[in-house]
């Protein structure tokens, strides 16, 4: 960025005309005075630090007729802080902000750098951040914020935009092209009059700014909510990467478990339905034990085939097999399945086909399971006598598979449990049929894999439908 050199006329100068200099430049003076005075030690005369600062201002003027305003500021600043004392009064945690009260976050300690080519700038910055209790950084140059940054780890930036070299719009624009500082707040330190220069700063990858001549309480409040920003995003990622490594830990001792157990919990219902079939001189106590046995060990196997699909689901290692599926063909298919469940409960299942349903592509074996459970389930909770309907017709660009029943329907206040893991609502199968709870679960994450969707409603009157919606094929 070019530095503007804002110069009075060379022959107000060299005829000595004093008065109309200090004129010019009696706004900067005033500027540079308030922006130093916070420094420096209550006793001290304002009078005589305008006075100093325009003898300051004089004599550089006329020993550097081309001097920019910027060095021209720099400079007088730094002498007024060499000239008078600074204060030492206040005690540590003056120039903190709000009410004392803790927050959430522990904000102490958290490093600042401060990047100003003004050792005045530096001065005053460091001066209340440090009573604040923050670790102070300090850089002249752009470039040698940018190489800072690396050494420094800083959780917050001060930086100026007026600087020679590297500015700080350019130093900023460096920084954030860094995948590792994209998330590392940057404040602008800006004289008045530079509106421009903030706009493209927030351009640059800057949060905020402040107005030079610093005023502690409004410049720490501004710092304060962007560290304490920080800190949450922080402690925010943090939480993630803790509840992926959990989930992922889970996800191997569920897949582990369930592979392990699955199998012998399987041989013990298989050899309880192999004596409760073969075995000779049983009890008619001992045919109901080994039948509890049977029914307990089927229904583990079915628990932790469930819990195995629904680890591979949630860990995105299920593998996909997409094929054209006619999902009529795959409804009749299963239909002998449920036979003799249904007529035990003399329930009627009928189905009906709209004409030229185009095919889905999807897994197979995945949308079985899909019309599996959602057959299964509208028998369970079909009253004995009822009947269920499954009709599949064509909706636009999808293939719409329609399960009715007759019983009770949901409750509205539990229609929010249906597709949650473990998720039973208070209706119970009509039948003392078992429900792990996860089948739905299950179901609508192997439909929304094929980009599909899975919806419930009441009928009227009484009984339920659940529909699913997959895409038809384009070929």
């Given amino acids: 960025m070019k530095k503007q050199k804002n110069t009075v006329k060379e022959d107000s100068r060299s005829k000595g005309h004093g008065k109309d200099v200090l004129e010019d430049y009696y706004s900067l003076v005033l500027d540079i005075v308030e922006e130093v005075q916070p420094l420096l030690s209550r006793e001290v005369n304002q009078r005589k630090i305008l006075a100093v600062a325009s003898m300051s201002l004089g004599q550089i003027l006329r020993t550097r007729p081309s001097v920019s305003r910027h060095d021209l500021r720099r400079e007088v600043g730094k002498y007024l802080v060499d000239q008078f004392p600074l204060s030492e009064e206040e005690k540590p945690g003056d120039a903190t902000v709000g009410n004392g009260s803790s927050s959430p976050e522990d904000l102490s300690g958290s490093r600042i750098l401060i990047v100003d080519d003004s050792a005045m700038a530096r001065r005053q910055i460091r001066f209340f951040t440090r009573k604040a209790g923050y670790q102070v950084f300090e850089a002249k140059s752009g470039e040698e914020a940018l190489w800072l940054v690396n050494e420094t780890e800083p959780d917050l930036i001060l930086m100026d935009v007026s600087m020679e070299g590297i500015d700080g719009i350019e130093a900023c624009r460096r920084l954030k092209t860094d995948p590792q500082n994209e ?111 049977e029914e307990a060990g089927n229904g583990v196997v079915v628990l932790l085939n469930e819990l195995l699909d629904l680890a591979s689901l949630d860990s995105g290692q299920l593998k996909m097999e997409p094929e054209p599926i006619a999902l009529g063909q795959l409804v009749q298919n299963l239909l002998p399945l449920f036979k003799g469940e249904a007529e035990g409960k003399d329930i009627k299942v009928s189905f009906q086909q709209a004409e030229e349903v185009p095919e889905t592509v999807g897994d197979r074996m995945k949308l079985r399971r899909v019309v599996d459970n959602l057959l ?53 199968p009509t039948g003392g049929e078992k429900s792990t709870g996860l089948g739905l679960s299950i179901c609508k994450r192997i439909v929304c894999s094929h980009n599909g969707d899975i919806e419930f409603e009441n009928l009227p009157g009484s009984g339920a439908r659940f529909r699913v919606k997959l895409p038809v094929s384009s070929s």
């Fill in 376 to 428: 299964s389930n509208a028998i369970k909770f079909t009253p004995p006598g009822g009947q269920v309907a499954i009709r599949i017709y064509r909706e636009g660009d999808h293939a719409c598979l329609d399960f009715e029943d007759n019983g009770p329907g949901i409750a509205e206040e539990e229609q929010h449990l249906l597709f949650k893991e473990f998720g039973k609502t208070s209706n119970e």
């Fill in 183 to 293: 998330n590392l707040p940057v404040i602008f330190l800006s004289a008045k009059g530079e509106r421009e220069e903030i706009m493209r700063g927030f351009q640059s990858g800057a949060i905020d700014y402040i107005v030079k001549p610093f005023h502690p309480s409004e410049s720490l409040t501004r710092m304060r909510t962007h560290l304490r920003v920080r800190k949450l995003a922080q402690l925010r990622e943090e939480s993630i990467r803790e509840l992926e490594q959990l989930n992922a830990t889970k996800d191997r001792i569920l897949r582990v478990a369930s592979h392990d157990l699955r199998n012998p919990t399987a041989a013990i219902a298989g050899l309880a339905k192999y004596l409760r079939e073969d075995g000779t001189n049983l009890t008619e106590n001992q045919r109901e034990l080994i039948s509890c046995i």
